[in-house]
Each structure stands twice: as structure tokens, then as C-alpha cells.
């Protein structure tokens, strides 16, 4: 080891380090990986997909490739961040039902509506959608985007696609990075369009005035949206929820029997939602929510959605309907988020602002291709009046080769004029070819000109190309040179897009009213509810309970009687009262094993105790005594634990302190406490007030320092009580009766 080892130590500041650090990294995440940019609508790895294929010439007129190909070309030259991103983001944009205009030709098992997840890349292939060749990646070779060093920087790859729509609108976009998230809905292209041309013809128009031809988004799962008049500030802010509903159809059968029918879905509900969907509706059934429903069948196939929900005869269809959207999936809400990588930064845009920044990047585009295009033609142009000069001197360029001993010297003759080392048949000559100024580009072109050129039509064909050339060079230049000439351009080949793949809208805007549904009363039957040690519950029909009374209490450590349509109040140490609905219990045998109390409400059994269970009818017309670890204690009413929410506070705590106690004291007429310390007090029930669930009470019995109370006894009437005291029976109704908050006594046993 170096004796100076620790002079190369040089001291950080770690909070700045760590600060540098995480803002480099979310700014990777952010730009490089999870975010669209705003001007192509593609997040990285979208966008190197797409460039793969069109390097691979994978277009929609050649066949398909395997897709491991396509993902080990991006993995290996542009993404290298694993395969499984790569071959995620290929299947989701060759999945009709996922985007709304596909832009990946998929040819095998690319999954299902359902949630089916595709094949392996191995046996899957795929290539380039027209549209996605023709609009996304269409002027690519005419210097119209700028190209940046891949990772390694053995390659180059496009810091963005000349992509002619506003694609992250078309096809809306999904992603997650560090401390922020975009959920941007797919909208139809050719209302897209139209609000695009309607922005360049008026470029003060508003979101309202947008809205005239963006009605809202159109899913590719169709459905409808419901809140219509929430959309303009939703628009305006690029934040808010968007009601979804499903599509309901109503069919009638035979006998006056009908049907329901779901057609379309929310876009919420894509994959593996649609079995949980199916798993509610029987639910609904299972626990007697709804009657009406005789059968469910999914018969959704590949033409489209069919879910099938067979109803009884004389059903309420509107009622179940309202109450298949306030109960299941089939009305669910879209968060939108658009956020986008606008200019290099995230940023949240409203509609306007996206359709502003599509554009001026539209507008960028075209300039540098008519640059681009313009470039050549004047290059063509200059070669062009080279070729028709020489032909008008071919007698003499002829005479030029014919004496010259190389390609270098004829070359220095047409450029330069220099005639010294070429042979000539007459002064003339000579003289006239010194004054020969053709430019290199021209020389280079006659001495590759073939002699067929010389045919007359041939000369003719290059006059006609001639004039054709400076046609486009004087469109061109007026494009460059003219925004209206230019806008016109775009509004031409916007015009083009939606012809040609431009669809109907699929999904429908409307303003619908909240859903609400009557609800069925259920039968009221008085039913048992058993729990056993392990806080396993389930309620059993009253006449099983009479046939195994015994065994129920022998083997639970809760068993009472209850309605099934009552609640079962728990009350924890931690000084919380979890309610369950009792229809949520399952009805089952007695032998049966029951569901955990922690699957059917908020209680934590690694967190908490229960002290207390008993139905809330009960309760209400009972007052409840807590105790706590200190001494403190209160009678509250029962009314006041008749709450609508799941769990609530059922008493005050001091900081520190626990439940020990709780019960009903309708049949208290005395309390015993028993502290740890070995004190016992007896009072009458008279000494506690009633106080409200708020309230912390009253102390009980006065505790020692490092005391606390152990045990809470009610006894009621004359009635004995007896306890196991240090290995011997102890009777309560001993203990010398006392006032409360006194100190007790110390039995001598």
C-alpha cells in the first residue's frame, strides 16, 4: 500500500452529490426512456423500432421479418436497455385494440383484447404499416431531422421522425418516469387534421374553437365518453377525468325474455380487467346484490367485443344497467395527463399548445426538405445548361479529347481554358477552346456523357428536362420563400393523409347524468355468525347453528346470533372499530372453513387485537365500556357506532396508551380492576360517566408509579365471579366495594 493513499482522498459534499446525481438520472429517465416528445408523439424506444425497420427495408411492400430481428437490430445499434421493453413496445403498436391507428404490421400471435400476452419474439414477425412508412418515416432521406450518435457512437439514429400529424393526439401516449407521468387519450386523425389545418389558417383560435373539430377522444375499444362538457377545461389545462361507459345493447328473445349485450368497453378496461369485470358481475350475484341476472357468457371473439348477461323475465333493464356502471368497470375514468417532452423539457400542454408545437415543427420540416429538394435541382440545373453548352460545341470538345493525352487535361481545358500540350487542327479551335468556362460539376458531367446523347430526341428530352427544372426550382423557391405558398403544401399533404387513412369515429361524446340505481332490499333471515381462533369468520343458517350449538362454541371464539342485513363491529386495542358488511361474509356449511377477518376489512391482525365483536344492531341499543392501559375509562352510547365508514376511531387515546377493555355494559352493575402490580378495586357502574367516542373518560383506579392495569371484570347482579389469582380462585365479590380513582387493595391469598 502507498504511504500518501489517503492524500488522492479528496472530500464531497454528499447532499450536492446526491443532488446532482438523482436530477442527472431523472432527466435520463425523463427524456431518454418514459416521455413522448411533443413533435413526433414517440417515446426512444418507439422511435428506434421504427428506424430499425426502415433500416432493415422492412416496409409494407416486402415480407415480414422475425421480430427477434427487429428487437436484436434496436437492441444491439440504439436501445440497450433489454429486450423486453423493445418487443413490449413493438407488440403495443401492432395491437389494434391498443392503438388507434396501428403503426406495426403484426403477423402471428400478438395477444388478444383479453389480455392474452403475445407469443415469443421468435415466432412472431412483423413489418411497417403503409401509413407509418408513408407519414412517419417519408422524407427521412431528405436531410429534414437531425441525426444524433447512438450510444456508443458507431451509429446514428434520428433525434426525431418527420412524422406529418400529430401522433401523440392520434395515437395518444402512456408513460411513467421520475416524479411525473403522461396519460395522453388517442383521438381520431381526421378531426386531427382538421383542427391542425383550422390552426394555420387562424392562428388566435382557441381551445373552444379547436373543440369545433376535435369533438374528444375516440378509443379504439370504442365506448363512450360521458362528461362532454368537462372536456374544454380538461383541453385547456392538459389535466382532468374523462367518464368512460361501455356500450349496452339490449336484445329480446324468445318468450319476452331479454338480454343484455356489451359491445364496447372503456379503454380502461383492456386485458386482464375484462375477467375482473366478469368476476364483479357474478359477485353482484353471488351476494344477491342483483336477481335479474340468469347467466354471463363472454363470446367475444375476434371481430369484436360480445359480452352476454342473460336476464329474467320481467327485469328492470335501465336499473341494472345503472347498476352495472356504479358497481363495476363498465364505467371507469381515463386520468389525463399531457405532459410531454416539449423543446427538452417536460411540460405540461393544453391542446392548443400541442397543435402549435406539431406545426412550427411541420414548418421546420418542409423548409429543410424543399431545401434539400431545392439544392438538388439547382445542382441538376447547373449540369443540365453544362450538357446543352457542350452540345452546341460538341464539334469542338470533340477535337479537345481527340488531342489530349489525358482526362485531367481535357478536364483543365473545359474548366480553366488551358490549352498548352492538346493538339488542335486549327488556331480556330484553340482560340475558341481557351474560352471555354464550363464549372467542374459540368466537365465532370460531359466527360461522362455518353454518345447517345448526342441523338437528336435525346437533346430534345434534355431541353424538356431543362425547363422542368427550373419549374421546380421556382416552385420551390416560392414555397421557401412564401409562408402561404408553404402552408398550402402542408394543408395538401394533410389533406392526403386523412383520404387516405383517415376512419369514422368509434367512440361517442355525450353528456350523460350520474348512475344511479335502486337497490334491491334484500330478505331479511336471522343467520349465525361464528369466528374462530385464528380469525377465520363466516356465517352459517340459523337452524345449522341449532343442530351444532356445542361444537359452534366449543370450537369458535365468537358465536351470536345477527340479520344479514347487519354489520359486525370489531373493536381493536389500538382503539379502532372495523365494521363488514354482513351480506359480505360468506354464507356457508358449518363446516366450512370461513375467510379471514383481514380480506374482508382494514383490520390488521399483525398490527392489532380485537377485544370486542357483536352486530351493530346490538350495539345501538347497548352502552359500550372502554378501559385502557392507564386507567382511563368511559361508557359511550352505541348510537354513536353506527357510522357509514369502514373503520373509524371508536375511543380517544392518550399518546402511548392501549385498549384493554371493551364491552357491553347493558347488564354491568359493578366493575373490577386488576392492575399488574397485584391492586384490586371494585365501584358501582353509577361512578363512570357517559361520554362522547372523542372523549379520553375518567380514571378509574389510582395506579402506582411503573402500575398499569392488567384486567377489566363487569359484574352484574348477585350473580358470583371467580378468577384464577396466582394459581388459586379469587372471588370478585370479595374485593371490599370502593370509590372510584382510589387506589384498591392487595388480596391476601
Not at 262 to 289: Q, W
Not at 730 to 748: A, F, M, Q, W
Amino acid at each position: 500500500m502507498e504511504d500518501n493513499i489517503f492524500d488522492k482522498v479528496h472530500e464531497v459534499d454528499l447532499e450536492k452529490t446526491m443532488k446532482d446525481s438523482y436530477i442527472d438520472y431523472a432527466m435520463s429517465v425523463i427524456a431518454s426512456r418514459a416521455l413522448p416528445d411533443v413533435r413526433d408523439g414517440l417515446k426512444p424506444v418507439q422511435r428506434r423500432v421504427l428506424y430499425s425497420m426502415i433500416e432493415l427495408n422492412n416496409g409494407p411492400d416486402k415480407p415480414h421479418r422475425k421480430c427477434a430481428r427487429i428487437v436484436g437490430d434496436t437492441m444491439g445499434k440504439y436501445h440497450p436497455h433489454g429486450d423486453s421493453s423493445i418487443y413490449g413496445a413493438l407488440v403495443n403498436m401492432a395491437q389494434e385494440w391498443s392503438t388507434r391507428y396501428p403503426l406495426v404490421d403484426g403477423h402471428g400471435n400478438f395477444g388478444s383484447i383479453e389480455g392474452d400476452g403475445a407469443a415469443a419474439m421468435r415466432y412472431t414477425e412483423a413489418r411497417l404499416e403503409k401509413l407509418t412508412q408513408e407519414v412517419f418515416l417519408g422524407d427521412l432521406d431528405k436531410n429534414v431531422v437531425d441525426f444524433v450518435p447512438n450510444f456508443d457512437e458507431t451509429e446514428k439514429e434520428p433525434s426525431v421522425l418527420p412524422v406529418k400529424i400529430p401522433n401523440i393526439l392520434v395515437n395518444g401516449a402512456e408513460g411513467i418516469a421520475v416524479g411525473m407521468a403522461t396519460s395522453i387519450p388517442p383521438h381520431n386523425l381526421g378531426e386531427v387534421v382538421d383542427a391542425v389545418k383550422a390552426y394555420m389558417k387562424d392562428n388566435t383560435i382557441s381551445v373552444k374553437g379547436l373543440m369545433r373539430y376535435i369533438k374528444g377522444p375516440d378509443f379504439p375499444t370504442g365506448g363512450l365518453v360521458v362528461n362532454k362538457d368537462d372536456l374544454r377545461k380538461i383541453y385547456e389545462s392538459g389535466t382532468g377525468k374523462i367518464r368512460l361507459r361501455g356500450r349496452v345493447e339490449i336484445e329480446k328473445l324468445k318468450g319476452g325474455r331479454k338480454q343484455l349485450v356489451i359491445t364496447e368497453i372503456p379503454y380502461t378496461m383492456l386485458g386482464a380487467n375484462i375477467g375482473k369485470f366478469l368476476n364483479d358481475v357474478a359477485s353482484l350475484v353471488e351476494t344477491k346484490k342483483t336477481t335479474d341476472i340468469v347467466d354471463i357468457s363472454n363470446q367475444s371473439s375476434k371481430e369484436g367485443i360480445r359480452i352476454v348477461l342473460e336476464l329474467k323475465k320481467d327485469t328492470d333493464v335501465e336499473n341494472l344497467t345503472n347498476m352495472l356502471y356504479k358497481k363495476t368497470r363498465l364505467e371507469d375514468t381515463f386520468g389525463v395527463n399531457m405532459l410531454a417532452v416539449a423543446d427538452g423539457r417536460p411540460e405540461t400542454l393544453s391542446l392548443k399548445q400541442i397543435i402549435e408545437h406539431h406545426v412550427e415543427f411541420l414548418f421546420d420540416v418542409t423548409t429543410r426538405k424543399y431545401r434539400t429538394l431545392l439544392d438538388k435541382e439547382q445542382e441538376k440545373r447547373e449540369i443540365q445548361e453544362g450538357l446543352i453548352k457542350a452540345c452546341d460545341v460538341i464539334d469542338l470538345i470533340i477535337e479537345i479529347l481527340r488531342g489530349s493525352k489525358n482526362r485531367e487535361q481535357v478536364k483543365k481545358c473545359l474548366v480553366e481554358g488551358v490549352t498548352e500540350g492538346i493538339r488542335f487542327k486549327t488556331k480556330v479551335s484553340e482560340k475558341a477552346a481557351s474560352k471555354l468556362k464550363f464549372t467542374e460539376k459540368q466537365a465532370g458531367a460531359i466527360l461522362d456523357m455518353r454518345l447517345y446523347k448526342l441523338i437528336g430526341l435525346e437533346i430534345e428530352a434534355l431541353q424538356a428536362d431543362y425547363q422542368e427544372t427550373m419549374k421546380n426550382i421556382a416552385e420551390y423557391k416560392d414555397i421557401l420563400d412564401n409562408y402561404d405558398s408553404m402552408a398550402a403544401v402542408i394543408i395538401r399533404e394533410l389533406d392526403g393523409i386523412k383520404k387516405e387513412y383517415g376512419s369514422k369515429r368509434r367512440t361517442s361524446i355525450e353528456n350523460a347524468e350520474e348512475a344511479v340505481y335502486e337497490e334491491k332490499k334484500m330478505e331479511e333471515t336471522e343467520v349465525c355468525f361464528l369466528m374462530d381462533r385464528f380469525g377465520y369468520m363466516k356465517l352459517i343458517d340459523k337452524n345449522a347453528y341449532e343442530r351444532n350449538k356445542e361444537a359452534a362454541h366449543n370450537e369458535n371464539r365468537c358465536v351470536f346470533l345477527c340479520m344479514n342485513t347487519d354489520k359486525i363491529c370489531i373493536f381493536t386495542d389500538k382503539g379502532k372499530m372495523h365494521t363488514i358488511k354482513a351480506v359480505d361474509i360468506p354464507l356457508v356449511r358449518f363446516r366450512d372453513k370461513g375467510t379471514p377477518v383481514d380480506n374482508l376489512s382494514n383490520y390488521d391482525s399483525s398490527q392489532e387485537q380485537m377485544l370486542y365483536v357483536a352486530p351493530l344492531g346490538q350495539i345501538k341499543q347497548d352502552q359500550i365500556f372502554f378501559v385502557t392501559k392507564t386507567s382511563m375509562c368511559k361508557l359511550v352510547d352505541g348510537a354513536e357506532f353506527d357510522v357509514t365508514k369502514r373503520t373509524i376511531a371508536s375511543t380517544k387515546l392518550a399518546e402511548d396508551d392501549e385498549l384493554i377493555f371493551v364491552g357491553s355494559a347493558g347488564e354491568m352493575e359493578q366493575v373490577v380492576f386488576q392492575s399488574n402490580g397485584g391492586y384490586f378495586l371494585r365501584f358501582l357502574k353509577q361512578e363512570i360517566s357517559t361520554a362522547k367516542r372523542a372523549a379520553l373518560g375518567v380514571r378509574g383506579m389510582k395506579l402506582a408509579d411503573g402500575d398499569h392495569l392488567e384486567h377489566a371484570y363487569l359484574l352484574g347482579g348477585h350473580q358470583e365471579y371467580a378468577i384464577s389469582y396466582h394459581d388459586k380462585e379469587y372471588s370478585l365479590n370479595k374485593v371490599r366495594l370502593g370509590k372510584r380513582d382510589t387506589k384498591g387493595i392487595k388480596p391476601r391469598i
